[in-house]
């Protein structure tokens, strides 16, 4: 496994981080396909076995049992607390990003986590209802406590992600050290403003959805998972585009080909070659994870990731409210 580090900070990360957004306990009002806590333990020592120390939750994921098995699989594997990275969200909650809110779903992450800091704190998008003046000094306080080295922002507008940097900066507050945005092979529009924005402060880009929801693992549209047969969420995002992403994961499929690795590989090598410091990697086979681990020793060539770039067309804009 190879390390970086986020943004700024001195937190040093694997190159793949595991979104735990995969488990939980079911429910039809969130998701039906995430894996119950034995099996997220046996996926998360399968993650810190093959290197990677970042783990990705929220607060909202599968309504908090998402951090509250994470917590568990790390106590129960006798993981000591300063060898993983913990990063989680704050938004789709009672009060958005306001200060109550935030000062409230800390203190509900760190328990559930069963720790006594966050090494990432991240605001799942922009609340248009509390001055950003309020989020941000809000934030900065939680570092200035201790219980959050460093703080990130998720999937927003290029001009809210500026403005939220300027007000911390000029008020001497914690800026944000990395960038959860939605970005793969086939949801490419963040290319435009928000990430010349995150690059211009030296944000670190951990963009969630690398795989496009398994789209870019295989060839063909449909892949006959409980996750692809019951999560409307990725219809949502991708299935409008369907004509044009099917010609780009075609092209995934002939580089695979061609280069004797995964499709899974190359679509994670071409994050790499874009710039990411560690793409979230959602699995809930341990194979996946394998997968993920051998990407970042992949290199594309310049002309290969033309290939895979090239029959891209603009799509609607998905991820932010």
Not at 137 to 164: C, E, P, W
Request: glycine share 8%.
């Amino acid at each position: 496994m190879k390390y970086t580090t986020l943004g700024h900070t001195d937190i040093r990360v694997s190159r793949i981080c595991v979104g735990c957004m995969s488990y939980g306990r079911p429910s039809a009002d969130f998701h039906l396909w995430t894996l119950g806590e034995d099996e997220t333990r046996q996926m998360v020592k399968h993650a810190l076995d093959l290197g990677v120390n970042f783990f990705d939750t929220a607060n909202s994921y599968s309504h908090g049992t998402s951090e509250e098995f994470l917590g568990s699989a790390l106590r129960r594997l006798g993981v000591r607390r300063e060898d993983v990275v913990l990063a989680s969200k704050v938004y789709f909650n009672d009060g958005m990003l306001s200060p109550q809110a935030i000062l409230r779903e800390i203190d509900g992450t760190l328990r559930r986590l069963q720790s006594d800091y966050l090494d990432l704190y991240q605001i799942h998008r922009f609340d248009y209802t509390t001055p950003i003046e309020d989020t941000m000094q809000t934030l900065d306080s939680l570092v200035r406590q201790g219980k959050v080295r460093a703080i990130g922002a998720s999937a927003m507008y290029g001009y809210q992600f500026h403005n939220m940097q300027v007000c911390a900066e000029r008020n001497g507050w914690t800026m944000f050290s990395t960038l959860q945005n939605h970005y793969n092979l086939l949801y490419r529009e963040d290319e435009r403003e928000l990430i010349p924005v995150a690059e211009q402060y030296g944000v670190s880009r951990i963009p969630y959805s690398p795989l496009a929801g398994g789209h870019l693992s295989h060839r063909g549209w449909e892949s006959g998972t409980k996750r692809s047969d019951t999560d409307t969420n990725i219809r949502n995002k991708y299935d409008r585009a369907k004509e044009n992403d099917l010609e780009i994961i075609e092209r995934v499929a002939q580089i695979s080909e061609q280069l004797g690795v995964s499709m899974s590989q190359v679509a994670l090598a071409w994050q790499f070659k874009r710039g990411v410091a560690a793409p979230i990697v959602g699995a809930t086979n341990p194979k996946h994870f394998d997968d993920a681990v051998a990407s970042v020793d992949l290199t594309l060539t310049d002309d290969e990731a033309a290939f895979l770039e090239s029959p891209y067309r603009p799509h609607e804009i998905v991820g932010p409210r």
